[in-house]
């Protein structure tokens, strides 16, 4: 997707149309829709509220290849299941502890996201 920057009321419009998208603002806040209901989920907040004068780009899902390929880079990356559970990859992990692994493993579903690349 392009990166062309969006207000609050056309992301969520977009999102409503497109699930499987993600949108992250300026802040760092990546929002998502869930379920059949399509329920608004935010993350990575450091505050409980969306402005309506944010400006948002969308994310679109990554295949496995380009995953793997930003994950080798040191990247995080993570994996969402049709679930709703996530798995975050990093070769650098928040403890410090280094982690061996050189591939991502393959999941049988599950799309790939990759926010900062």
Known sequence: MDSK???????????????TLKAINDKGCIVGVTGDEKNISVRNTGYEKLSLEDNWVMIEPIEYDKANELFRKGRMVELIYPSGRRKQYRKMPLDGNIILETDLPIPSDGLWYCYWS
């Open 5 to 19: 920057k969006l207000d609050t009321i056309d992301m969520l419009k977009i999102l409503r149309d497109k699930p």
